[in-house]
């Protein structure tokens, strides 16, 4: 008799055994009137613990805003000054034995103290390894043992309308998890960063959870959470991701070069709308048309010509030029792409290997503070070479200072300058007042940065 | 051998975790989801140079031949009308057929053939909790799919007509929304997206979002196609629900037996024909006043200059009057 009970309990027991690893594969233990209902806590259970707290701290310096009285009394006052901060932010563990957070760059610019903190309360410093600003990645280190890492999709694959879900930590409130829909792939044109290919997500994503996971519902990521559109500051269903394949090629080059070595094709263009196409007899919808082709570059040594039309990157399809500009610029610099390119009615390939970006294409604040928010590459109009301001963010410094877009620099301080590199050696020798003489349309304009 | 441990309930196949997604859906409707540019020119004469205001909202394919439907308040100020489909096509000879105030509606047509038309299921009717995806285009950003639930059917009084009933739902729209599309997880027109809630003190409130349903839409569109717009007949009273007894009914579960009228437009239709407060309506046009909002429907689907027989109660007595239904004045 007791023989028998034993045996059924251990008979139970080796069924429960077999039975408990096939029950969270399925996912979905919940059922109500025999239905099941779809839930994502067996996924998120295991993820969570790859997302983490950054707390920030440190000392950046701040424009004092001009006091009236200055006018009249004189500036007794330093213009600028340091003053403290701290802020919160949010990170994803990719890399579980060699300790590696990804995070945004601005949730950790300036910071002087990283502090990590895991979802079981363990604290750590972190170390920065590198960072990107034009594309808002940075890559974190900290000596822990027993992470959890977070699995990285194929972000390539995604298709608007899958869901979506974040997790980070918003507000302070550590480990929050909103759930939404893809809205929209391939954002750019925000104007939030240097390179944007967003994923647009409607998953409620607040302060602090910048850095924080995008994941599928197979608890993979997908991206990372960066930037919400919001009047009021709050959520209002529009939140930006930078897609986890890009994070993955800047990642990769911050662990390679200790920074991001930013990949160039050498051309100029613009986005392919229907009215060009029409006007092209193009038959194709989207994609970046390409209006020259500098020499020497990686373009024109795979044949690319102005007037085609770029329509893929290694087989995945492109919606405009500032989607093309992002991706090849964070692929980074020697990498080997496959182009798909229309070209008299006919798509065909190209097999390209990217140039660095440093010589052909410059984000401002690179050359000088007075350009932040301008991007700047060489180009060559009717025979004559100089650096084309290509985007203004309208609310920046090179706004204020009255570059615009599509002006040429020609002369810096009465030189002549036919590159980016000429254009930096003469103001790095510089001191005091630069005077840029612009090419706008037909006339030549000069602008003062002082 | 594992197989068969595994609970016997098997999962259907649109729920499966790794298949769950909007992505179909999406597909069959956002193609017929267009962005609509209105163009406004000031004419104030101060001004030496032309001012252009242009103003951005969204628009749905109703017919492969060109009717598209988008919000009133989208087009209300426009000198121009822009329509800009997803395949990047842009039309700029857009007619307007015509607009309804009361459900802010207003019905475009471009000189197409072959347009992509919303999926429409006619067995569908939105239930609250059904899952919703709005397609518009937010802030110009470019088309955006954003994802809730319906959270409510039948609201009224959003606007100040009892004529428009509203669904009330989370899912995330903003300006440029409006007039875009609200689908069900199949992609099929659930409504038209068209307000959000806003409060006077400039409260920050997400998550309250209203729509105008399809059956309504299509009501109000068959009628601008035929008229040009929307006639409703107006009787010129306004009365709470009684129950039996006499007494006021304020839930949602005691049977309405009448009306009682407690308000009267003077010179309006119904004081013409002699009704007076305090009356209780019980029949109109035979039928039982046994739901206001069906007895509204009655009056505003009655045609102006036809006459129309109510039964009424007073002083315990049963009378019958004829009523002849004027058009309802609508304020732009």
């Known amino acids: ?450 | 051998m594992r197989a068969t441990l595994l609970p016997n309930v098997p999962l259907p196949s649109a729920m499966s975790i790794d298949h769950l997604s909007f992505a179909d859906a999406v597909q069959r409707a956002a193609p017929s989801v267009v962005t609509i540019i209105s163009e406004s020119i000031s004419k104030e004469p101060r001004y030496k140079r032309q001012n252009t205001v242009q103003e951005l909202g969204s628009g749905v394919i109703m017919s492969s031949d060109g009717y598209i439907l988008t919000n009133y308040h989208v087009i209300n100020n426009s000198d121009q009308i822009m329509v800009l489909l997803t395949d990047g096509r842009r039309y700029f000879d857009v007619q307007l057929i015509g607009f309804d105030t009361i459900t802010d509606l207003a019905l475009l047509k471009i000189n197409v053939e072959h347009l992509p038309v919303i999926p429409i299921s006619e067995r569908f009717s939105p239930r609250v909790g059904d899952v919703v995806l709005a397609i518009g285009n937010p802030l110009n950003l470019g088309q955006t799919i954003t994802q809730g639930i319906i959270s409510a059917t039948g609201k009224q009084k959003i606007t100040d007509s009892p004529y428009n009933s509203l669904l009330q739902m989370d899912a995330a729209i903003n300006v440029g929304n409006s007039g875009g599309a609200l689908v069900n997880s199949n992609g099929d027109l659930v409504g038209i997206t068209s307000a959000q809630f806003k409060t006077r003190e400039n409260l920050d409130i997400q998550g309250i979002f209203f729509a105008v349903p399809y059956s309504l839409a299509k009501e109000v569109m068959d009628k601008l196609i035929r008229h040009g717009r929307v006639v409703r007949g107006y009787l010129g009273f306004t009365g709470t629900a009684v129950d039996s007894t006499g007494k006021e009914v304020s839930d949602n579960y005691t049977p309405v037996a009448g009306l009682r009228i407690t308000n009267l437009d003077p010179l309006g239709p119904a004081w013409q024909a002699g009704i007076k407060e305090q009356d209780i309506v019980v029949k109109i046009a035979g039928e039982n006043v046994t739901n206001p909002q069906k007895t509204l429907n009655i009056i505003g689907n009655s045609e102006p200059g036809h006459e129309i027989e109510f039964e009424l109660y007073r002083n315990a007595k049963v009378l019958k009057v004829m009523v002849k239904v004027a058009e309802l004045e609508t304020k732009l």
């Open chain 1, 1 to 450: 008799m007791k023989m028998k009970l034993s045996l059924i309990s251990a008979a139970m027991l080796s069924a429960s055994l077999l039975l408990t690893p096939a029950v969270s594969m399925a996912k979905m233990p919940i059922a109500v009137n025999g239905q099941q209902l779809p839930t994502l806590a067996p996924m998120l259970e295991q993820i969570t613990p790859g997302v983490v707290s950054i707390q920030v701290s440190g000392s950046k310096e701040v424009r004092r805003r001009a006091d009236p009285l200055d006018f009249f009394f004189g500036n007794p006052q330093p213009r600028s000054q340091k003053r403290e901060f701290s802020g919160l932010g949010s990170g994803v563990i990719i890399d579980a034995k060699e300790g590696y957070v990804v995070t945004n760059n601005h949730v950790i610019q300036d910071a002087e103290k990283m502090l990590v903190t895991l979802e079981d309360g363990r604290e750590y410093e972190a170390k920065k390894i590198g960072s990107d600003k034009e594309s808002d990645i940075a890559l974190l280190k900290i000596d822990a043992e027993d992470l959890v890492a977070v699995k990285l999709a194929n972000s390539d694959q995604l298709r608007v309308g899958d869901f979506a879900v974040a997790i980070g930590n918003p507000f302070g409130l550590s480990h929050t998890v909103t759930s939404g829909i893809i809205s929209a792939m391939g954002r750019s044109g925000l104007n939030i960063e240097g390179y944007e290919d967003f994923i647009q997500t409607d998953a409620a994503i607040n302060q602090g959870n910048s850095g924080g996971a995008l994941v599928n519902l197979n608890g993979e990521l997908i991206g990372i959470n960066t930037a919400i559109l919001g009047a009021s500051g709050g959520n209002v269903g529009i939140g930006f991701a930078i897609p986890s394949n890009m994070m993955k090629n800047l990642v990769d080059q911050i662990i390679e070069h200790g920074e991001v070595r930013r990949g160039s094709l050498g051309i100029s263009g613009r986005p392919l709308d229907a009215g060009l196409a029409k006007a092209q007899q193009l038959d194709v919808k989207q994609g970046a048309y390409v209006m020259q082709v500098m020499d020497d570059s990686a373009a024109s040594e795979a044949g690319i010509k102005a007037g085609d039309v770029i329509i893929s990157i290694d087989g995945s399809e492109i919606s405009g030029f500032h989607e093309l500009r992002s991706k090849i610029a964070t692929l980074g610099e020697g990498r080997k792409v496959k182009l798909g390119i229309y070209r008299d009615g006919k798509v065909q390939t190209v097999k390209v290997t990217l140039d660095g970006a440093s010589a052909l294409t410059a984000a401002g604040d690179e050359l000088h503070p007075a350009f932040q928010g301008a991007t700047l590459e060489n180009t060559q109009k009717n025979g004559n070479k100089g650096v084309e301001v290509t985007t203004v963010d309208p609310r920046s410094p090179a706004a204020r200072v009255g570059l615009e877009e599509g002006d040429v620099v020609m002369q810096v301080n009465r030189q002549r300058v036919e590159t980016i590199s000429d254009m930096n050696k003469i103001i790095e020798n510089t001191k005091g007042n630069i005077v840029l003489g612009v090419q706008r349309g037909r006339e030549s304009v000069f602008v003062l940065i002082q």
